[in-house]
């Protein structure tokens, strides 16, 4: 038996030796170490020897599948170091050839500027908060002061979804991301200070300043003696992080029913200074947010003692900023998926 242990071994190697190229060697190691190959045949009937030639011939067996084994590993090192060789020799492979570009993702524009917006805010101590984009219209528009058939709704022109049958509960694609006010102010204690980005939806033919699905950052600061003086000074302060620090910014009075009073601010128009120009149409003011001190109706509503505590809240559209930062002229552009307009930021 050992005799042929040592035939096998001899027949294996040279046609090992005799292999030039790495595929043939699974074919090798099928006929020489495979289920079917003489040595697992042997190594198999092994049980049925007396003992003392199962020591010996099991013994050799396994030293020779061993050895097989590697001279397999060495003989596929071999050949992979030759082929390398060759290649190289052949100057097929140019190893200073600079690598392949692998394609890398970017952040989309509106997060980007989402990103930057919050970090100012929260340098400034605010928190960032989330809520729903489908909302009752409890909270959308009853809890901020905009009763059912109050003409301030056709502010936002809304997406209708649902109603739920027997509390008449009216559901809505958010218009703006004020609600998220109320669920905050419901879920904790002054003092507040939230920052709240999102999406918000409006039933709206789109056009170059106008998306059915935009996204805006809501703000809200409730404590006691909090002013008018706190608005405009962490706004402008924003203003000026965002948009340069000599950017002077106008304060004028709006209407928004969950505020009171209400204001809208503006920036001078960093292309003309102020003189008048097409992007500022002619006025030398760019308008870029709505804000104003949190009306009384509002924190009573959700447990606050107005006599105790006071607060402003602001809100502004992402995009609007990204236009203005950029240059760009259509909002439908930031979500038609153009990898050109994409790419460039
Ligand atoms: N929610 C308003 C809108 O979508 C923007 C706004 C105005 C938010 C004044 C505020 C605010 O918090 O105080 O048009």
């Known amino acids: 038996m050992t005799e042929e242990l040592e035939r096998f071994k001899a ?40 003992l003392e030639e199962r020591r010996r011939l099991g013994a050799a067996a396994n030293e020779l599948k061993v050895f097989l084994e590697e001279s397999l590993a060495q003989k596929r090192q071999a050949l992979r170091e030759a082929e390398t060789a060759r290649l190289l020799a052949a100057a097929a492979l140019d190893v200073t050839l600079p690598g392949r570009p692998w394609p890398q993702g970017g952040l989309h524009i509106t997060t980007q500027i989402q990103r930057e917006v919050c970090d100012i805010f929260v340098a400034m101590g605010f928190q960032v ?112 992080r965002l948009f340069g620090p000599e950017r002077r910014v106008r304060f004028r009075c709006d209407y928004f029913p969950f505020v009171e009073p209400g204001v809208d601010m503006s920036i001078d128009c960093f292309v003309c200074g102020g003189k008048g120009c097409r992007l500022c149409s002619e006025s030398g003011w760019i308008e870029i947010l709505g804000a104003g001190m949190v009306h009384p109706n509002i924190l009573r509503r959700v447990g606050y003692d107005p006599e105790v505590y006071s607060g402003f809240a602001f809100g502004m559209g992402l995009e609007r900023i990204a236009m203005l930062r950029h240059g760009i002229d259509d909002i439908r552009l930031f979500y038609a998926n153009d990898l050109r307009f994409l790419r460039q930021f």
Do not use: C
Not at 21 to 29: D, I, K, Q
Not at 39 to 49: C, D, E, K, S, V
Not at 228 to 237: E, I, N, R, S, Y
């Open 11 to 50: 027949q294996a190697l040279s046609e090992l030796e005799a292999i030039a190229e790495t595929g043939e060697l699974e074919a090798w190691r099928i006929r020489h170490l495979g289920r079917k190959s003489p040595l697992t045949g042997i190594l198999r009937g092994l049980a049925t020897l007396p």
């Open 129 to 240: 908060a989330e809520g729903p984009e489908v909302e009752w219209d409890y909270y959308n528009f009853e809890a901020l002061n905009i009763p059912k058939d109050h003409p301030a709704r056709d502010m936002w022109a809304t997406l209708w979804i649902d109603y739920e049958r027997d509390g008449e509960r009216p559901m809505l694609l958010r218009t703006h991301t004020s609600p998220v006010q109320i669920r905050v102010m419901e879920q904790t204690r002054p003092p507040v200070r939230v920052v709240v980005p999102g999406k918000v939806y409006r039933y709206e033919a789109t056009d170059a300043t106008h998306e059915w699905m935009f996204y805006q950052i809501e703000g809200l600061a409730v404590d006691a003696n909090i002013t008018m003086a706190d608005l405009k000074g962490t706004l402008f302060q924003f203003a000026r």
